[in-house]
């Protein structure tokens, strides 16, 4: 592994109005103070000889390597690699599709969506940090879920001593399996099902941090992307496919769903890292905030769209911010490196039936909208080597992709135990009644 030199790395927040911690207290605190999101004082480069030799170097090698940087000495080398070995104890093929178009898969972890890496590296490391500094007081994450975020969470901090996770999602507007997903652990989860929407629940969140009636009793920190030990380690993806695909010798693409736009900031950052990668394509659904503000430049949230893609039915991203940041907030720069298109559900679902036709591929609605930003951008490049990423397994969506495909006959171990279970929720009709548990110690 690289490094003897030993420093620290600092985040500052991107509002430039409070301190800069390290990597540990950026992840404690999760958003800072003045409510910025904590970005790296640097970009870390890795050397040469990492690139060079990338073929040869397990998961587990690639990821200590990359991550360390970022962490630091918050965390010692060994406890790094177990803890990587740890959550990536699964696999991420790459399946080529087409000539030069293949997809990444990141749906092989517990809840068969991408987010599982970060939400394990965060619990994993949030764990780490509360046990070096002997904490006693219990530290709540509270997170709102418009459906797959709550179960990756879930099962990421499941039985993590020293932390208690509260979920809310929106009644009636999560999958049957990512319902079960949220509500059927128990121990240290608990799940708030609140009559409304998922704004609503983000709406309830941002609210309680904000509540000193709550923050006095609780600590409380978020586990959604804005924090950093979620964000990060989604680079690993990116590297992974690069070490399968640099013996094309190709220019690559990736073609990366988006919603708040982690995953592919954290793919940007991989290529700042020194990762060679011709373009990056933003796929969205019909909430088009970023394709229309790379034509104009100007930034302009509407109202959020409900599809069929929904963890990615977000308007204002709140990522963004990082990628502009990475990019030295020039748009010109930035176009140089991405490109953003739009699809809406018709064509999305006409796309998972053509895939699913031409190529006995089930795509899930997230990737079929991958799918579609990739094909687009090929069109005007037949050197690139394109890969969209899979970002959770069909099943995740049986309404929306059984009319098209016919019914599942297997389903997979992960979901099969869980339709037999019955889940439990505490029902939240308004802020006050989730204030009222949050205030409630020793639930
Ligand atoms: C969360 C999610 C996305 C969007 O990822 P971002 O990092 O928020 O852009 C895409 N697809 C699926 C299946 C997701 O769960």
């Given at each position: 592994?690289?490094?003897?030199?030993?420093?620290?790395?600092?985040?500052?927040?991107?509002?430039?109005?409070?301190?800069?911690?390290?990597?540990?207290?950026?992840?404690?605190?999760?958003?800072?103070?003045?409510?910025?999101?904590?970005?790296?004082?640097?970009?870390?480069?890795?050397?040469?000889?990492?690139?060079?030799?990338?073929?040869?170097?397990?998961?587990?090698?690639?990821?200590?390597?990359?991550?360390?940087p970022f962490v630091g000495d918050t965390i010692d080398?060994?406890?790094?690699?177990?803890?990587?070995?740890?959550?990536?104890?699964?696999?991420?093929?790459?399946?080529?599709?087409?000539d030069q178009v293949a997809t990444l898969e990141l749906f092989h972890g517990p809840t068969m969506a991408f987010k599982d890496v970060g939400a394990r590296f965060m619990a994993r490391c949030l764990g780490y940090f509360l046990k070096q500094r002997n904490q006693k007081e219990e530290v709540t994450v509270l997170v709102a879920t418009s459906g797959d975020t709550g179960g990756a969470v879930a099962r990421g901090f499941y039985k993590v001593p020293g932390i208690k996770v509260m979920i809310l999602y929106p009644s009636g507007k999560v999958s049957d399996i990512q319902e079960k997903q949220l509500t059927t652990l128990g121990e240290n989860i608990t799940a708030?099902?609140?009559?409304?929407?998922?704004?609503?629940?983000?709406?309830?969140?941002?609210?309680?941090?904000?509540?000193?009636?709550?923050?006095?009793?609780?600590?409380?920190?978020?586990?959604?992307?804005?924090?950093?030990?979620?964000?990060?380690?989604?680079?690993?993806?990116?590297?992974?496919?690069?070490?399968?695909?640099?013996?094309?010798?190709?220019?690559?693409?990736?073609?990366?769903?988006?919603?708040?736009?982690?995953?592919?900031?954290?793919?940007?950052?991989?290529?700042?890292?020194?990762?060679?990668v011709q373009q990056f394509v933003a796929a969205v659904n019909s909430n088009t905030t970023i394709p229309r503000f790379m034509q104009s430049g100007v930034y302009a949230p509407t109202l959020t769209v409900p599809t069929i893609s929904n963890a990615m039915d977000v308007s204002d991203p709140s990522n963004f911010v990082r990628v502009l940041q990475l990019f030295e907030n020039d748009l010109s720069t930035l176009s140089r490196k991405l490109t953003s298109y739009s699809y809406c559900d018709q064509v999305t679902r006409a796309t998972v039936r053509d895939v699913y036709e031409n190529c006995k591929y089930i795509l899930d609605p997230h990737g079929a909208v991958g799918y579609l930003g990739l094909k687009e951008y090929l069109k005007g490049d037949t050197e690139a080597y394109g890969v969209f990423l899979e970002t959770a397994h069909p099943v995740k969506f049986l309404p929306a992709i059984e009319p098209i495909v016919g019914k599942y006959k297997e389903l997979p171990d992960q979901v099969k135990n869980l339709v037999k279970k019955g889940g439990i929720t505490q029902k939240i009709a308004n802020y006050e009644e989730l204030k009222g548990h949050l205030t409630l110690i020793d639930s």
């Open positions: 592994m690289s490094g003897n030199t030993i420093t620290t790395m600092n985040y500052y927040s991107l509002n430039k109005q409070a301190p800069n911690v390290t990597f540990d207290e950026a992840v404690i605190r999760g958003i800072a103070p003045d409510k910025g999101l904590y970005f790296p004082e640097e970009i870390p480069r890795l050397p040469a000889s990492f690139w060079d030799t990338i073929e040869h170097l397990s998961k587990e090698e690639i990821a200590c390597t990359a991550m360390k080398d060994a406890s790094l690699l177990e803890i990587v070995t740890d959550v990536l104890s699964f696999d991420f093929p790459i399946i080529e599709l087409e708030f099902e609140v009559a409304g929407t998922f704004d609503d629940c983000q709406a309830m969140v941002k609210r309680a941090f904000l509540d000193q009636e709550i923050t006095n009793k609780r600590q409380l920190t978020s586990a959604n992307s804005i924090n950093v030990a979620r964000w990060l380690p989604q680079l690993l993806y990116y590297l992974f496919a690069y070490k399968e695909l640099k013996k094309k010798g190709k220019p690559l693409v990736f073609s990366v769903p988006s919603g708040n736009f982690g995953n592919i900031c954290a793919g940007m950052m991989a290529h700042h890292m020194g990762m060679p």
